[in-house]
């Protein structure tokens, strides 16, 4: 304990170490975990919810780019989030190995000594007779852990309340543990598929994806999908959806014989740590788009994404093999109803009465500039309008360079693919971690001693005042007073 | 019985129990307020008088505690599922767990003098779930439909009813508490317990469901893993749970290792609770993320 010097060298090195690894400083440390969570539920996040972070720094100015800049816009990935939850991380390490391992070597030792004084003990009392060998037998009957001198004895039972405690506190180290190989070794990303189209499990085929520290393209599991159908039923009454059923063909590895898989919102399809979860779906129009001369300079499905909750879809058809370049800004309407107020909308999620609303562009769709641009967006600054028109199933447009003709849709599902292989250990910490706060909440510890000189004494500690010691007390008395 | 006739009937379960509550409500009140006697020189009370009226209060809070599981359960069966799908169907779920943990505590402490408080919150839930927060059954979105939400939400609500009630019992304490370093007890209030016993009391209803709120929360990751796909993403509902959770862990060590009694712990176990509160009301209504999508 060399506290004389504390600022020099390894004494300051030890006297730091010594207070982050004090519980006082781990409680402050999880305290502070709370604190600098309550930003993230208060302020939009860019890894929920992007756009509206982009809003608010639009609508803030100054305050917004500040905020930004201290990252309340992704606390949790922040570097200040982060060092709490590190330091969290070694001081619960610091705090807990040592105690445990302190624990490991009680377990055979005996109680410690009894103490000179009872007297000073919760319940004490002399007794009017017995002795001690009638009160280790009873001690005995009750699994205390016994240790006999020549003229006291001094028991203990609770040791389970240490065990517990360290038990859930090794388990929360499980568990930081667990979230930390999960984002260094994780993988997760989306990608939209259409029904009939397929999926390969390879980088190129995300829409987007984001690889942890230590994760590469190598490590990813490597399986293909084929949808083959996609089932969505709503509440006619009241537009809700009721169920998703998700039909693919799956092949595991690519190039296996392909199997017949469901995956519905619940129930995601598993392949090891990577699981395939269905997470949103829409619709995309199938237009084919011919030149001049009737010969198709386009074809296929174009995924247009939902605007509200009956599915009215918007997108973009950008084709850039015309000359000029022609691009449309299309709204598909899934079943087709008008009113004054509104205008088109759609009154059902499900396609009852489709129509597409196409306006035509034509012009430079501006695909060249190196700019990446939306796929669901047209980009109108270098295009003249020349054309509307609202379209039912089978109809076509003829807008003078060419022609486009709404043939049909298809559904499209967003995969939601995710590789995490912390997560079993995060579950199993958490199992551990019910059970060790269940033994050490509701394990009483306490220690009773039995002394006998001129007159029989006993007397017992409770540790945290846990309930229920003097009836034991009292039970032992009766026990040893009784002449049989 | 088709689905409409059970939501029928659960509404007329639940406005039962409104009526009995507040039939209880005015017991409890009367069995404190009329106990008043005044003497010649001086006030006194006399319970006896009064005993008949906090028996009858009890046997409305039981009948109450009847009417309302009904109404939960009816609501379930009209909607095919565990019956909480919306803030109105939890609101009438966290009251029955609410007033069940009263009448649970009831069976082992004396604290029937906590039927005032207890009736006047179950009334102002179940007021506002009606007035306020009222849904039509109906059935789930598909995200919602999930064993594990019975499971996650049947452990939250439990644990939540039983947070309230210590916290009922931390303010009768922090308002006995004032009178008595004031210099004595108004006169309705000497019939409550001793501090030290409504101390003890609100911890060990803590204690024992910190682990069940445990529970909950890591119940809520499972599922979140299951229809997610990741067990835990900082959800504004997820970010509270885990605030509640530390501020009762704060408490649980304040009392354990530290040793905090009395009114600061009585404050600290009040403010646990209100990030309970905090996350069930304000994260419910104005929060955004994906536990926003009940329609209410
Ligand atoms: C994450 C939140 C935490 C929770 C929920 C928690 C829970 C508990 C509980 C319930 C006890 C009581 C056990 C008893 O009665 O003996 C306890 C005791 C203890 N905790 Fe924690 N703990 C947490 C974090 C920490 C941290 C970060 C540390 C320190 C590194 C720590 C160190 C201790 C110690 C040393 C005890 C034993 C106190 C005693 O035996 O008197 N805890 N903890």
Redesign the interface.
Known sequence: MSTENPLGGVPLLRWMWRQLTS?RTA?LL??L??IA??P??LF??R???PM?VRDYLATHGALGSWLDRFRFFD??SSPWFSAIYLLLFISLIGCVLPRTLEHLRAIGKKPPLTPRNLDRMEGFETLSGGDLDKAEAWLRKKRFRIRRDENSLSAEKGYARESGNLLFHLSLILILVA?GVGSLFGS?GEAIVNVGERFINTPTSYDSLSFGKFQSDQSMSSFSLRVTDFNAKY?PA?N?????RLTVQAAQPIGAPEEKKII?????LTYGNT?I?L?ANGYSPVVTVRDSTGSITFHGPVTFLPQDANLTSTGAIKVPDMNPQIGFVGSFIPTYDRNAKRGAFSAFPEVLDPRLLLSVWKGNLGLDTGVPQSVYRLDTSKMTRIGLKQLSLGESLNFGEGSITFDGWRSWVNL?I?D?PG?LY??FG??F??FG??LS?FTRQRRIWVKSGNQVEIAGLAK?AAPGLLEELAQLKKWMEDDI | MTSRQFAYLSNYAIYSAMFTYTIAFFAHAVEVAFSVRHGESSTEFDFAKTDKSGRIGTAMMILGQVFLTSGVLLRGLSAHRAPWGNMYEFSITGAMAFSGAYLFALIKYKLRWLGLPVSTAVLLTLGTAVAVLYRPSAPLVPALKSTWLIIHVSAAIISGGVFLLANTIAATYLILDRMESRGGRNEWAKKLPSLEYLDQLSYRLVAFVFPLWTFAVIAGAIWAESAWGRYWGWDPKETWAFITWIAYAAYLHARVTIGWRGRRAAWLCLFAGSTFLFNYIYVNIWGTGRHTYSGL
């Open positions: 519980m409680l999880l305290m975990l709370g969570s309550i993230g539920s939009p996040q890894t929920q919810n509206k606390v949790y979230v997760k509440d009241t809700a959806p009721q169920d998703y519905k919102v619940n129930s995601p699981k979860y997470q939601q995710v995490d997560k995060a579950l958490a199992i971690a019910i706060l269940l909440l945290n």
